[in-house]
């Protein structure tokens, strides 16, 4: 019958971290005080064998109260599962009040488990995918080519030709001549054509600045989750226009984008993982 590690002279009992002295045989509880279902519990969760912790748990009811809480059942499968790893003292035992701190060292451990450092590969993944994405085309239309980053200069250059052009004097007093009748002219389709335009235009400049305050939160050991959702939230609503735009049309969007816009709007997925 196995039973708790005990110090050749019998004075000192392993309970999984350290030597602590034995219990007297008056403070053995009886087999029958044992709950027998919560003892299997917590042997298949440790690992332990079912006898052997029924065996060790009777010497482990640090409180003396007669009844085994389950610290006190993990405290002993911990005794079994985790054999000495230090000699035996070589003074004589402290009186036994002074074991009663020694309880609350498995509890103490716990948290410690839980707090790994998370290196969350995923999302680190998520942010390569994007700089990946911007090397890659955007547009795409027969032998007609543009990366992502090539899309943020040519964009970057027409605003400067745009605001140079504004500066030297152009007569902006043409008149406001637009009525009700044109606004109403303008139908679902071309709005949403015009909003996808604006956001795939843009598209490079937002997944840059998406993937930088990534990088910025990952390098603090936080996860991106908001960010991909709003990553996410900007690709599937020019999705969304592009598709309403799209519709009862002989070409589309869709006919135009290239594999690097797919690659960078996709990796938001990745940045919501929190892994």
Known sequence: ???????PDGQWMWDGNAWIPAPPQANVLPQASLNQTQISTVANNAGVPVNQLSNTAPYFDQNRDGILQNTELQQAAAAIAQPPTMPVPMQSPQ???????????PMMQQPILHQKNESFVVPWIGVGMIFMGLLLPFVSFLFIEFTGFEMITGVSEWFGDVEGANSDGGDSSSGDDTTADDIDDIDVKGIMLFIAALLFGFSPFFYIISAVISIIVLLKKKSPNYMGQIHLTYAGLFFLCAIISSSDSLMS?????????????????????RN
């Open 1 to 7: 019958m196995t039973g708790p590690t005990f110090s």
């Open 95 to 105: 009186p036994l009040v002074m074991q009663q701190p020694m309880v609350q060292q």
């Open 253 to 273: 969007f869709f006919d135009f984008i290239g594999i690097g816009f797919y690659l960078a709007s996709f990796a938001g997925v990745l940045l919501i993982i």
